[in-house]
């Protein structure tokens, strides 16, 4: 996944995690990968984002595995390494999409319509 992608990743599932007013909801963000537990019985509600596409060793996966068990949720593990298929999780293909960071646009050449205002909100 291209860093953008994962960065948005990230901040999407912070902010799930952290507003949750789930018990078992949680955010842990190291350096080699973020999990996240919104509390809510849907995979991909819950998981792992990988910040790097490295070697996973089994004590890394067996420790994620235990945390999502004691809270009784399934999760995603959003990663490309197919070496998680050893310990049972199935591939579920590849995400597709592509991301563009607006702060880099230098010139667009197309303008809004007339009714349509464009404003900076911040929250």
Not at 5 to 32: C, N
Not at 47 to 74: C, M, S, W, Y
Not at 78 to 84: A, G, H, I, P, V
Not at 89 to 110: C, H, P, R, W, Y
Request: hydrophobic letters at 35%; a negative charge.
């Amino acid at each position: 996944m291209s860093a953008a992608i994962t960065t948005g990743l990230i901040d999407f599932f912070r902010s799930v995690s952290k507003e949750s007013p789930m018990a078992r909801s949680d955010f842990q963000d190291g350096s080699e990968r973020t999990i996240y537990s919104s509390g809510i019985d849907y995979a991909p509600c819950n998981g792992v984002v990988e910040k790097q596409e490295t070697n996973l060793k089994d004590h890394d996966v067996h420790e994620v595995i235990r945390f999502f068990n004691a809270k009784k949720l399934p999760f995603v593990w959003w990663t490309e390494n197919r070496s998680l298929e050893a310990h049972g999780f199935q591939f579920g293909g590849v995400m597709k999409g592509i991301s563009l960071d607006t702060a880099e646009i230098k010139n667009l050449s197309a303008t809004p319509p007339a009714n349509v205002e464009l404003r900076t909100v911040k929250t």
